[in-house]
């Protein structure tokens, strides 16, 4: 399965040891993983200024991920594709992916439950319908 991650999902899995930390790694075993540069520019402002990472252990964290992920150009979406401009990016990404769904706990995201084939499920839902694959 095709799989982007939100924002908040990889910061609480890299900042929390909860559900996002086992949804990110079960992504990581079992599925592709797709992000752009908009998604992990967004996760380093966070780990820095919410998280207080230092500068080194946020680099790690972008290596990491870098590595174990596709980094993909996000496909251009119209302004009417989500009520925050700041996510049109994200649904990009998915576009851009061919993604079969989006995982995040963004509310502005969630009340899509969709865009175009891809869907758009919180942690927990997808953790649910993809931990016995």
């Not at 995982?103 to 919180?122: E, F, N, R, Y």
Request: contains cysteine; charged residues 25%.
């Amino acid at each position: 399965m095709k799989v982007v991650l939100g924002t908040n999902v990889l910061l609480a899995a890299f900042g929390t040891h909860g559900l996002c930390k086992s949804v990110f790694e079960l992504c990581l075993e079992r599925h592709e993983v797709f992000l752009s540069e908009h998604i992990l520019r967004e996760v380093e402002r966070h780990l820095r200024t919410k998280f207080r990472m230092t500068t080194t252990l946020a680099t790690n964290v972008l290596n990491f991920l870098r590595e174990h992920v596709a980094v993909i150009e996000p496909e251009t979406m119209p302004p009417s594709a989500c009520r925050d401009a700041d996510d049109l990016p994200v649904l990009g990404t998915c576009q851009a992916a061919d993604a079969d769904c989006l995982v995040t706990g963004d509310a502005d995201l969630l009340v899509l439950s969709s865009c175009g084939p891809t869907k758009i499920l919180t942690p927990r839902e997808f953790y649910e319908r993809t931990r016995h694959e």
